[in-house]
């Protein structure tokens, strides 16, 4: 008896995959690339506020080019991996080669373990950062957005340039705050790869209508940084890092009081609708 015959299956469709690129999101990414890149080279020829300074500017294309791809409908898979990709040469790379030619290479002289501690803390920076921009590509969408998990790698970059940027205005080498420079670059690894929330700003309207209070502040802004641009990015970002540390201990603070109030306390069961985490 001869078999029945199988009915056809049907091929699946080919999926057609785009062959092009935007154009205009793309070229500032690819412009804050080449900020980090050329912060690496003027750093080798030892101009380290040129590095520095470029630095910062690949902070500003890199806040540009989401924005841009977000007004112009723009978005694009391949956009967020090369701006992943361009933001660990910009603020992974480019900080810890800047952070170790200035001051950590200078340990090289001061025994078999130091003189490795210093390459070794720009390695741990450099490995946070990577590790930072891929935790925070996988739970795009899963987190709230009002909060950043771990200290973004353009602040961190900030705190690292910044230092170098503020030392050198003031004339001190790199060797005369090697010890500040090394907690620096330890701790500015470790905030990006903590668990620690920071403010993203992400909920403030551009596009929509702010109090006058709000122009007067961001116009104080500009002046205040146009008086003392090294100055003023440092402690600035420095405080920005530290204010995750800060209100974490704020909230297990809380979290330690409501526990010693107790349920029935008036107080607390006022508080009691708010969860300690936001």
């Known amino acids: ?115 490795k501690l210093g390459w070794l803390a720009a390695f741990f920076y450099t490995v946070m950062a990577a590790l930072r921009l891929a935790r925070f590509n996988v739970q795009i969408g899963s987190t709230d957005k009002r909060y950043f998990i771990g200290l973004p790698s353009p602040s961190a970059a900030a705190v690292m340039a910044g230092l170098v940027w503020f030392s050198t205005d003031l004339g001190l080498s790199g060797a005369q705050v090697l010890w500040p420079a090394l907690i620096v670059t330890i701790s500015a690894g470790a905030l990006m790869f903590s668990n620690i929330l920071y403010f993203s700003f992400k909920k403030v309207d551009l596009r929509g209508r702010v109090p006058f209070i709000a122009v007067l502040i961001i116009v104080l802004l500009f002046v205040f940084t146009s008086i003392d641009p090294p100055k003023v990015l440092f402690i600035g970002f420095l405080l920005y890092g530290l204010s995750g540390p800060v209100l974490l201990l704020w909230r297990w603070r809380q979290r330690i009081r409501r526990r010693a109030q107790g349920p029935g306390d008036p107080s607390n069961s006022q508080a009691g609708g708010r969860s300690d985490q936001p």
Not at 51 to 75: K, N, P, S
Not at 101 to 112: F, N, Q, Y
Request: aromatic share 12%; charged share 15%.
């Open 1 to 115: 008896m001869a078999e029945p015959l199988k009915p056809a299956t049907q091929a699946p469709p080919e999926v057609r995959r785009s062959r092009g690129v935007y154009l205009l999101p793309n070229l500032f990414t690819t412009a804050a690339l080449f900020c980090g890149f050329y912060a690496i080279i003027a750093a080798l020829n030892h101009r380290f506020e040129p590095a520095a300074i470029a630095v910062f500017i690949a902070m500003v294309l890199d806040g540009l080019d989401g924005r841009v791809a977000r007004m112009t409908h723009t978005e694009s898979e391949f956009g967020a991996q090369y701006d992943s990709l361009a933001d660990l040469v910009s603020f992974g790379l480019a900080p810890a080669l800047i952070m170790y030619i200035w001051a950590l290479g200078t340990m090289a002289e001061m025994g078999p373990f130091l003189s």
